[in-house]
């Protein structure tokens, strides 16, 4: 039986990851993008050699109703991966309103309202999994990217609490809190930074997406059938 799984922010280094595994795995999928739709197009010509069906969907996840928008293109769905996000990197007293509420609609709102829209898909198959891609400042926190720690823990704790609330119908809801990976979003920071992050790791490396996409893959699969409500921390060691 074909299983649907909507993958939020598919147009990223980690989203791109996570489509290109599970493809392989004969899942079919919906690919969200906001703006970079070109990098969807070619995500699609790589995955059309595992026979799927793969689905681009567009919206605005920092609109406060681009989730309705997105929701209106999703059909038969068996999983969610919220994988959309983008990083802050200040000091709290320099944040703009602007900023903190593009941060709160994208990392939490989206989320929140997308299950609450989707949910009925699920319940109505009795299964499903919801992952978040979130962030291990999510779980320890990080002075000069206050904001993007806040609404990272707050995915958390909706994990925590939405996966209790499910658990008897089925659902399993479970995160995934990358350390540092070699995605655009490191672009920002020097090469001395950089090096100094690589030494703070005890594994001596920065992640790369195919290991955060096997940590999907593994929390969609029947070997996690009994976790929910977990954070999978993938960081190579830099928080346990």
């Known amino acids: 039986m074909k299983k649907y799984v909507l993958i939020t922010g598919a147009s990223g280094g980690i989203g791109?990851?996570?489509?290109?595994?599970?493809?392989?795995?004969?899942?079919?999928?919906?690919?969200?993008?906001?703006?970079?739709?070109?990098?969807?197009?070619?995500?699609?010509?790589?995955?059309?050699?595992?026979?799927?069906?793969?689905?681009?969907?567009?919206?605005?996840?920092?609109?406060?109703?681009?989730?309705?928008?997105?929701?209106s293109q999703i059909f038969s769905l068996d999983a969610i991966i919220y994988g959309s996000g983008t990083s802050h990197y200040g000091l709290l007293m320099d944040l703009k309103q602007e900023e903190a509420e593009q941060l709160l609609h994208i990392h939490?709102?989206?989320?929140?309202?997308?299950t609450k829209e989707l949910l009925p898909k699920l319940l109505g198959k009795g299964s499903g999994n919801i992952i978040l891609i979130t962030s291990i400042w999510g779980q320890t926190g990080a002075a000069c990217e206050v904001a993007y720690s806040t609404v990272k823990g707050a995915q958390i704790s909706f994990v925590k609490s939405l996966s209790k609330e499910l658990a008897l119908n089925g659902i399993r809801v479970n995160a995934i809190a990358p350390g540092a990976v070699e995605t655009r979003m490191m672009e920002g920071f020097t090469?001395?930074?950089?090096?100094?992050?690589?030494?703070?790791?005890?594994?001596g490396r920065l992640g790369n997406p195919e290991e955060?996409?096997?940590?999907?893959?593994?929390?969609?699969?029947?070997?996690?059938?009994?976790?929910?409500?977990?954070?999978?921390?993938?960081?190579g060691g830099w928080y346990t």
């Open 16 to 71: 791109q990851a996570v489509a290109y595994h599970l493809a392989e795995k004969g899942y079919q999928l919906y690919l969200h993008y906001h703006k970079n739709e070109q990098s969807v197009q070619n995500l699609m010509k790589n995955l059309n050699r595992f026979g799927g069906e793969y689905i681009p969907v567009q919206a605005d996840l920092s609109n406060p109703d681009g989730y309705k928008k997105l929701c």
């Open 108 to 114: 939490v709102l989206s989320p929140l309202m997308l």
């Open 191 to 203: 090469h001395e930074e950089i090096e100094r992050i690589t030494f703070e790791i005890p594994m």
């Open 212 to 235: 955060i996409a096997k940590g999907a893959a593994f929390l969609l699969s029947d070997e996690s059938s009994y976790m929910t409500g977990q954070v999978l921390a993938i960081n």
